[in-house]
């Protein structure tokens, strides 16, 4: 009898102690994310699957930078998904106006005038957060515990550039940066060979390769492969919320001329790709690999020169994306939006 007692005790204590680690472990995986950004339509898309994520991400701050549209749009453009997703308490800095040392350049032709194709848009009720963005990076990453941010980047790469110019040190508190960029085997969308946030500011991207810090690359080579089709498009059209329809209107709209330009059965939604490998990273592969990138006046500016067959034996500093799985992708982004109003 007492023996038994004893037994049901120890099972009662291990169990408490199972259910305690697990729930530790758990949260353990909730991702802390700065989502740094120049919305631009599938930046809206990307910035709506991760609000709608808030399990697995704890998105600290929405910080935006001049690149599809000028930084006035994009912060007002940001400030539109946080409205629509409502979750106002995640606050958005405002950033670089312009790129490092070129000119700004922006992708109105795709994007829209106001960079948001499809949807009427209005100022949101809730204002930027006080403060910029490149000050707000270096105060949070130099404070942040050891190698606990990641930086999840969908334009041009300028706001962390300056912060880690000005601050070095904030490479402490990176645990990894997953950039919207690139391109190798499927060649560029703004020249033949440079993909447009990389040609915005290459040497932003630079600087940040060459900080050392853990770095994915989600480059055209996947993104072209996770193509919208009509049925993807009014699953989420379906979905019968707002959140589906101003989705579905972005996407009908923002594919028209990648699918003219590249003959495409369907037309990509870049920065979603980002989000999607932090939430279920089993839906894409790649390779680590050495990459240059080319900031030299000429054919090949801002092009992303990836060594996919380590022919040159260099020291490997990118994990390159270059497969998805597109159903997989379009579940997953239908079934986030599905949550939202
Ligand atoms: C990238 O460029 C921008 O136009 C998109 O938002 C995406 O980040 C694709 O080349
Ligand atoms: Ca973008």
Redesign the pocket.
């Known amino acids: 009898m007492h023996l038994c007692r004893h037994f049901l005790l120890r099972l009662i204590r291990s169990i408490a102690l199972l259910a305690i680690f697990s729930t530790a472990a758990h949260a353990a995986e909730k991702r802390d994310l700065i989502i740094d950004?120049?919305?631009?339509a599938?930046?809206v898309v990307?910035l709506l699957l991760a609000l709608a994520s808030p399990e697995e991400l704890h998105i600290r701050a929405i910080t935006t930078v001049a690149?599809?549209v000028r930084i006035d749009k994009t912060s007002r453009n940001a400030r539109l998904a946080r409205e629509w997703a409502a979750r106002e308490e995640v606050p958005v800095y405002a950033g670089a106006g312009r790129p490092l040392v070129r000119p700004p350049i922006y992708a109105e032709n795709i994007h829209g005038k106001e960079g948001l194709p499809g949807v009427d848009v209005h100022e949101p009720k809730k204002g930027l957060a006080d403060g910029n963005a490149v000050q707000y990076l270096i105060d949070t990453l130099s404070k942040a515990e050891p190698h606990s941010i990641t930086i999840a980047m969908?334009?041009p790469q300028t706001n962390l550039a300056l912060a880690l110019i000005q601050a070095p040190e904030i490479t402490q508190g990176i645990k990894e940066v997953v950039v919207?960029g690139g391109a190798h085997f499927n060649g560029g969308n703004i020249t033949p060979v440079a993909e447009?946030?990389l040609y915005a500011d290459p040497d932003a991207a630079k600087v940040v390769l060459a900080s050392g810090v853990k770095l994915t690359y989600v480059p055209l080579d996947v993104t072209h492969k996770v193509l919208t089709s009509d049925q993807r498009i009014q699953r989420i059209e379906g979905l019968n919320n707002h959140a589906g329809k101003l989705v579905s209107s972005i996407l009908n709209e923002y594919v028209k001329a990648d699918m003219v330009h590249y003959g495409l059965p369907g037309g990509p939604v870049?920065?979603a790709s980002v989000i999607a490998w932090l939430l279920k990273p089993e839906l894409f592969s790649g390779r680590l690999i050495n990459v240059a990138i080319d900031s030299r006046e000429g054919p090949g500016f801002g092009q992303t020169v990836a060594d996919w067959y380590d022919t040159l034996g260099q020291p490997k500093n990118v994990f390159w994306i270059e497969n998805g799985d597109a159903q997989g992708f379009f579940d997953l982004l239908t079934q986030r939006l599905a949550r939202l109003k």
């Not at 950004?37 to 631009?40: A, F, H, K, L, Y």
């Open positions: 950004t120049d919305p631009g599938d930046d990307a690149g599809n969908l334009g919207m447009f946030n870049h920065d």
